[in-house]
C-alpha cells in the first residue's frame, strides 16, 4: 500500500512517527516507514535510535550527510510499497485522519501534495519571527492558491508519489547544496506531464530559524539558484519572475548596481518587527543580482 520516508537531519521525530505508526495500524493497511538519518549529531541519533523497536519502522543511519536530493532518492529505493509519502523531520501531525485523507485520494498518474501549515501563535523570541512570518504569508497557502501555481508552489515536506513516477522522476544528485531541490523536481513533473494535485492535508512546520540562519540559508538557496539556473533556464519562482518583469522594462542594470548598498540596508531593515515582507523580497534581489 503505502511507504512513509522520512529523512532526519538534527531533528528528534519520535512524536511524528509514533502518530503516524499510530494511524496506519488503526487503518490495518500495508505499510513501512523508514527513517534514514542523514548525518546528525550523536545525541540526535540516540534518541531517535529507539524508532527500531516500533513494528514496520526502519531506522537506519548514514555515516556522513549526503545532502536532501541523494536522501530522498535513497529512501525511494529502500521502499516497497507502490506509493511514497515523503515527510520532513522537522513536522507535526496536526489532523487526525491524516493518513485516510491520503489514501482516499492516491492516483498511480498523480503526485499529491498536502500543504504546510504553521502555528498561529508568535513565536516568543523575536528572532525566530521573520521565518513565522514568512512561513504564514508564503508558504502556508491555501488549496485554490496552490492549485492556481501547482508547479511553482509545489514543496517536499509533505507529499505523495506513486513508485512508478518516482522511478521515472528522481531528484537531482547534481544538487549538493541547499535550496530549490523541490523546484526543480516539480520542474522535471510538469516536463513529463505529470500532474500535481494540491489538497488540504497539511503538516504543522515546526523548525524556525532564527533571522541570522534564515537568511543564510536563503544565501545559499540563492546561490544555488544562480548555478542552476542556466542548466534550466525554465525555472519559475517569485524572485525570477520579478528579475524578469525588470529585464523586459530595462531597470535590472540599475537594481544591479544598486545591490551592494541595497543588500545590507534590507538586512538591516528586517531587525525591525513587523517589517513587510517586501523588504525581504527586496535583500534576495538584491543578493541574487549582486554576485
Known amino acids: 500500500m503505502i511507504s512513509i520516508l522520512i529523512p532526519i537531519y538534527n531533528d528528534v521525530i519520535l512524536e511524528l512517527v509514533k502518530a503516524i505508526h499510530t494511524q496506519c495500524m488503526d487503518e490495518a493497511i500495508d505499510f513501512e516507514i523508514i527513517c534514514l538519518d542523514d548525518g546528525s ?13 516500533l513494528p514496520l519502522v526502519q531506522y537506519l543511519e548514514l555515516t556522513e550527510n549526503i545532502g536532501r536530493s541523494r536522501i530522498r532518492n535513497r529512501l525511494a529505493d529502500l521502499a516497497k510499497f507502490p506509493y511514497l509519502l515523503f515527510m ?9 485522519n491524516y493518513i485516510r485523507r491520503y489514501l482516499d485520494i492516491l492516483h498511480p498518474d498523480r503526485v499529491i501534495y498536502g500543504g504546510r501549515v504553521y502555528s498561529n501563535q508568535s513565536p516568543l523570541e523575536s528572532t525566530f519571527r521573520l521565518h513565522w512570518r514568512y512561513g504564514l504569508q508564503r508558504e502556508a497557502l491555501t488549496v485554490s492558491a496552490r ?5 511553482r508552489t509545489f514543496m517536499t515536506n509533505n507529499f505523495v508519489v506513486p513508485l512508478a513516477i518516482f522511478r521515472q522522476v528522481r531528484f537531482d544528485e547534481t544538487i549538493r547544496r541547499y535550496g530549490y531541490e523541490d523546484t526543480l523536481y516539480a520542474l522535471a513533473l510538469q516536463q513529463k506531464g505529470i500532474n500535481i494535485v494540491h489538497t488540504d492535508n497539511p503538516l504543522l512546520h515546526l523548525g524556525l530559524e532564527t533571522r541570522t540562519v534564515f537568511l543564510r540559508k536563503i544565501g545559499e538557496a540563492l546561490d544555488n539558484l544562480r548555478e542552476i539556473l542556466p542548466l534550466h533556464p525554465e525555472i519559475d519562482t517569485r524572485l525570477l ?5 525588470l529585464e523586459r ?5 540599475v537594481f544591479k548596481m544598486m545591490s551592494s548598498i541595497g543588500k545590507p540596508i534590507c538586512k538591516n531593515l528586517m531587525r525591525v518587527e513587523g517589517m513587510p515582507l517586501r523588504v525581504l523580497d527586496l535583500y534576495k534581489l538584491f543578493y541574487f543580482l549582486g554576485k
Open 147 to 151: 492549485n492556481a501555481h501547482p508547479y
Open 41 to 53: 549529531s550523536s545525541d540526535i541519533r540516540l534518541q531517535n535510535a529507539v524508532l527500531a523497536d
Open 249 to 253: 522594462s530595462h531597470l535590472l542594470p
Open 88 to 96: 520532513d523531520g522537522d513536522s507535526r501531525v496536526v489532523r487526525s
Open 241 to 245: 519572475m520579478l528579475v524578469r518583469r
